[in-house]
């Protein structure tokens, strides 16, 4: 009887140990992936914003501003391997309700390392983009290095570089900025007098674009949780600045970061169960096994030896 409830606690102790890294590594690696059917909604708030209205053909300045940015998978689209992200932004003036303007992106992105992939019909304002880099988010267990991050508005890929660590609401992040230097991003035509130049007509000005976005990444999860764009687009004729169309500091607001500081601790809860305490259990259990298990098997082969 002892021999048989020495191998019994033998069995469950080993059994237990094995169990302990492949959850840690394997069911851990599996669970770690951006899920299927995301959706959520940010705002950016802009306080004393100047931008061109070309409705009133005026330029406002001192206004607030708040850009909604919608987000949702398109589950049909996704697989085990890549989700596929569908976005909105609309921008406008809080207290008019008047629309500056608006972005639509659909990108495909690896579900662990958060890098775009090219499938399933990238584009930008419904114009196929090929893009490249970080798409939406930073990879699970995100490292203090410099990353490629897409931006939608030059439609290109610049360095975005880690800049630090950074406590945001108790929960510890890694700081990443990106600069943009000055980038034509499009030509518009604008009335002379409107810009002070003398003659008749319009004149064609390029439009060129310039940011500085900041984000702070929970790293484990390699999710969002703050960001900060100085964001600047102004008209220039012949390499001179005549028109300012946007400018101004864009953050999430409080609402928005308390929500992605809540769905991340969720996140993060159910990773530490599954990498840290339950691994660490089964260890402690295994041990606890296994101990008394040999224990009884060699006071078990004591007792057959003395009878023998």
Known sequence: MRRTIAVVCIALGVFSISLAPMLRFWVADAVMKTPMDYYDQKVNRGENVTYFSIEDVELVEGATVEATTTLRSDVAASGDDTVV???????????????????????????????????????????????????FKFPF???????????????????????????IDG??????VQEIDPTKIGERDLPRDLVGMDGEG????????????????EPTTGTPIHLSEEQRRVGQVDGEEVL???????VWTDETVDSNIESTQDSLASLNLIRGTVPLLLVVAGVGFLA???L???????GRRARQ
């Open 85 to 135: 992200w569908d976005q909105f932004t609309w921008v406008e003036d809080v207290d008019t309700g008047y629309g500056i303007t608006s972005t639509a992106r659909r990108a495909a992105h690896d579900r662990v390392s958060g890098e775009s992939v090219d499938c399933c019909d990238p584009s930008v304002n419904d114009e196929m983009v090929h893009q490249e880099g970080q798409a």
């Open 141 to 167: 267990m995100t490292e203090q290095k410099d990353y490629e991050f897409f931006d939608t508005t030059v439609q290109e890929t610049h360095p975005i570089r880690f800049d630090g660590e950074e406590t």
């Open 171 to 176: 929960m510890e992040t890694y700081r990443f």
């Open 202 to 217: 319009d004149v064609t000005a390029d439009e060129m674009y310039s940011v500085t976005r900041t984000y702070w990444i």
């Open 244 to 250: 300012v169309f946007f400018e101004g500091d864009m």
């Open 292 to 294: 008394p298990g040999v």
């Open 296 to 302: 009884l098997l060699v006071l078990a082969g004591q």
